[in-house]
């Protein structure tokens, strides 16, 4: 009888081990992918910032030129007038898509922070659930003792 409570204990204490470690492991998951996610909507929208600045730089070299040709006379001078017109206008898009960028941004940063707050409760969860199983552990720790000394006293 005490060999069959013995058993029991300790398949009981190795289910318990299996649902610990696959608690480690979701809880390892889950902090995986909260940092991919975040990684790859800062990443993405770095790579959109950095070519919006190459393009402003472009233009603003342009911008330049055009103002140097402007001083070489007058039959340019009026091809130059368009040129700068129509970089003004792309100046004017690049503000509303930097604006978009942004407000892009700041929502997948709100996004990020909300999954972030969902994977800390749900950490927060699996951590109680640690612990409640460590508990458990404990608990059926000191039965298979008491059992064993109780088993041994009787030798």
């Given amino acids: 009888h005490n060999l069959d409570m013995k058993n029991k204990l300790h398949c009981e204490n190795e289910k318990l081990k299996r649902e610990m470690e696959e608690i480690e492991l979701i809880s390892k998951e889950n902090q995986v992918l909260r ?3 975040f990684t790859d909507e800062v990443k993405k929208f770095t790579n959109i910032a950095k070519e919006s600045d190459k393009k402003m730089k472009r233009m603003q070299k342009n911008l330049e030129d055009t103002k140097q040709h402007c001083q070489e006379g007058e039959a340019r001078r009026q ?3 368009d040129v700068i017109n129509e ?3 792309e100046n004017e898009n690049l503000k509303r898509v930097m ?3 942004t407000r892009k941004f700041n929502n997948a940063h709100i996004i990020a922070q909300e999954r972030l707050c ?3 409760e749900n950490n927060r969860m699996a951590q109680r659930e640690i612990q409640q199983l460590v508990d458990q552990l404990v608990k059926v720790r000191n039965q298979c003792q008491a059992f064993k000394d109780a088993y ?3 030798r």
């Fill in 35 to 37: 940092d991919n996610l």
């Fill in 79 to 81: 091809r130059n007038l």
């Fill in 87 to 89: 970089l003004h206008c």
């Fill in 99 to 101: 604006k978009e960028i």
């Fill in 118 to 120: 969902e994977a800390e």
């Fill in 152 to 154: 041994q006293g009787t």
